[in-house]
Nanobody, 127 residues
Framework: QMQLVESGGGLVQAGDSLRLSCAVVGHRNSDYAMGWFRQAPGKEREFVGGIGWSAGTQKYADDMKGRCTISRDNTNNTVYLQMNSLKPEDTAAYYC????????????????????WGQGTQVTVSS
């Protein structure tokens, strides 16, 4: 049974950078797409970015383009979300989610396409 374990959240100041990690446990293959989502208080969960099997397929939300990079280490079964130039409006609980994919370019933006979720990690950006 695949499990996702997130880490790296915390309290930072506006303009700082932060890297979140999502370790995949219980699944040895790298045949999954990984998405990052976030949910701020009182708001719906939204897509931040995602990555397919290979690092060549990446997608980002419009307001995160140029400020974040998603990468994956298939040897260690870990996916990373590097966020730069953080803003107070980036404050949210961040979740990683995975879906087994038959096509390496699969990288859904729709949260309903994912069936494995991490527990979430809080990111708070102070002004």
């Amino acid at each position: 049974q695949m499990q996702l374990v997130e880490s790296g959240g915390g309290l930072v100041q506006a303009g700082d950078s932060l890297r979140l990690s999502c370790a995949v446990v219980g699944h040895r293959n790298s045949d999954y797409a990984m998405g990052w989502f976030r949910q701020a208080p009182g708001k719906e969960r939204e897509f931040v970015g995602g990555i397919g099997w290979s690092a060549g397929t990446q997608k980002y939300a419009d307001d995160m383009k140029g400020r974040c990079t998603i990468s994956r280490d298939n040897t260690n079964n870990t996916v990373y979300l590097q966020m730069n130039s953080l803003k107070p409006e980036d404050t949210a609980a961040y979740y990683c989610a995975a879906t087994i994919a038959t096509v390496q370019t699969t990288c859904p933006r729709d949260e309903n396409e994912y069936n494995h979720w991490g527990q979430g990690t809080q990111v708070t950006v102070s002004s």
